[in-house]
C-alpha cells in the first residue's frame, strides 16, 4: 500500500505515520520529495491491515492499494483461463461455447422433460430449472421445491444434460448438491457470505450472478470469498443489473463481461432473459454476450411461456430457442468457438 502524506507536513508527524504502519505489521519506506512524502507500505494486503485508517490522521491524505483485493480471483495470481469441470463436461475460454438452457421454474415432470428433450436437441449440454424460486412477493409460485430437485435428477436420467439450480439457503446446500452439477448463487445472494462459504465446501461447480445494484469489484470479491475456501471451480454470470431505465426489466452490462474477463482467469456466462425480461430482446442480447467474449449463456425456455407460473414474460418458446441457436452459428465461428 502508498499511503500518501499531505504538502508540507513536519517530519515528526510523519515519523508518527511510519511508526502507526510499521506497528500494523508492515515494513515502512519513506520516499521524501521537496513538499510531499510518500510512505510505501510493504507487506501482503490480503493478511494484514488494509491501512486505510489512517486517514483518520489529519496528515494522512489517502491510502493506495497496490495489490488487488480480488487476489485469487485475479490474473495476478493465474495469467491463463481456468476451465471448469462440470462432471466431465468442460465450461470457459479453452472449451466449447456452452448452453444452458430450460424453465426459469421447474412446474411438472411433462414440463420439465419436454422442455430437457427440445434444448438438447438444439445443442444444449446444461439444463437450467429453479426449484427453490426466490419470490419478491410470498404469494407468487415459490417452487416445488424438493419435488423439483427430484424431477431435474429425473431430467438428467433421460437426457444425460448436466443440471444447475438456484440454492437459497445455507439449509438447503447438501440437499440440491446432491440433486445438480452446478449450484447457482442468485443474484439476491451473491453477498451472502455465509452462503457462498457453505457452498464452496461442497466442491460443486458454482455459478456466481451478479447482484441487482452490484459494483463489479463486489462480484469480483464474491467469488474471492469460494476460492478463498478451497473451491476453484467458479463462474461469473451477468444477469443484469438494477438503473434507472424502465423499458427493460433490467439493464445487461456487456461491459462487465468484458471487464471480468480482463479481470479474472475464471469463465464469464451472461442470463440474457433476466438480463432484459422481454423474450423478443433475448436473441440480441445473446449475440452481443457472445461478442464480448462470454463462455456460455444461461437461457431461459418453457415450452408455452403465456402458461408459465413465473416470468413467462422473458422465457422463449422451443422454435425460439432453436432458431436462436442457429442465428449464433456464424458468430461463433467468426469468434473461433465451436
Known amino acids: 500500500m502508498i499511503v500518501v502524506i499531505r504538502p508540507n507536513t513536519p517530519r515528526p ?14 515494513d515502512p519506506r519513506p ?10 507500505a510493504i507487506g501482503d ?18 491510502v493506495i492499494p497496490v495489490q488487488k483485493r480480488h487476489k485469487l480471483v485475479s490474473r495476478e495470481s ?11 463436461l468442460k465450461v470457459g475460454a479453452n472449451a466449447p461455447f456452452c448452453l444452458m438452457a430450460g424453465p426459469c421454474s421447474v412446474e411438472s415432470e411433462e414440463q420439465l422433460i419436454s422442455t430437457a428433450r427440445a434444448v438438447k436437441a438444439a445443442g444444449a449440454t446444461i439444463l437450467r430449472g429453479g426449484a427453490f424460486k426466490p419470490r419478491t412477493s410470498p404469494y407468487e409460485f415459490q417452487g416445488l421445491g424438493s419435488e423439483g430437485l427430484r424431477l431435474l435428477s429425473l431430467a438428467k436420467k433421460e437426457t444425460g444434460l448436466k443440471i444447475i439450480t438456484e440454492v437459497l439457503s445455507e439449509r438447503h446446500v ?30 460443486k461447480p458454482i455459478l456466481l450472478k451478479r447482484g441487482l445494484s ?66 423478443d430482446l433475448v436473441r440480441m442480447l445473446c449475440k452481443g454476450s457472445v461478442a464480448m467474449g462470454a463462455d456460455g449463456l444461461l437461457i431461459e425456455v418453457h415450452p408455452h411461456p403465456a402458461e408459465a407460473l413465473s416470468d413467462g414474460q422473458q422465457q422463449v418458446d422451443f422454435v425460439g430457442f432453436q432458431q436462436l441457436v442457429k442465428d449464433l452459428q456464424p458468430l461463433l465461428g467468426a469468434m473461433g468457438r465451436a
Open 13 to 26: 508527524q510523519i515519523d508518527e505515520v511510519i511508526a502507526e504502519v510499521q506497528k500494523l505489521g508492515y
Open 31 to 40: 520516499i521524501f520529495g521537496t513538499e510531499q512524502t510518500v510512505i510505501a
Open 45 to 62: 494486503e490480503r493478511t494484514h491491515h488494509t491501512l486505510t485508517s489512517l486517514t483518520a490522521l489529519p496528515q494522512v491524505e489517502k
Open 78 to 88: 493465474h495469467s491463463g483461463d481456468t476451465t471448469v469441470d462440470v462432471d466431465g
Open 174 to 203: 447438501d440437499e440440491v448438491a446432491s440433486h445438480t452439477d452446478i449450484l447457482q448463487i442468485g443474484a439476491r445472494n451473491s453477498q451472502n457470505f455465509q452462503l457462498l462459504i457453505e457452498c464452496a465446501k461442497t466442491g
Open 214 to 279: 452490484q459494483k463489479i469489484e463486489e462480484w469480483l470479491l464474491g467469488a474471492e470469498y469460494l476460492l478463498a475456501h478451497g473451491n476453484n471451480k467458479v463462474m461469473f454470470c451477468e444477469r443484469g443489473i438494477r438503473t434507472f431505465e424502465t423499458y427493460t426489466r433490467n439493464t445487461l452490462d456487456l461491459a462487465a463481461v468484458a471487464i471480468a474477463k480482463k479481470e479474472s482467469h475464471l469463465p464469464v456466462i451472461v442470463d440474457p432473459s433476466q438480463g432484459c425480461g422481454r423474450a
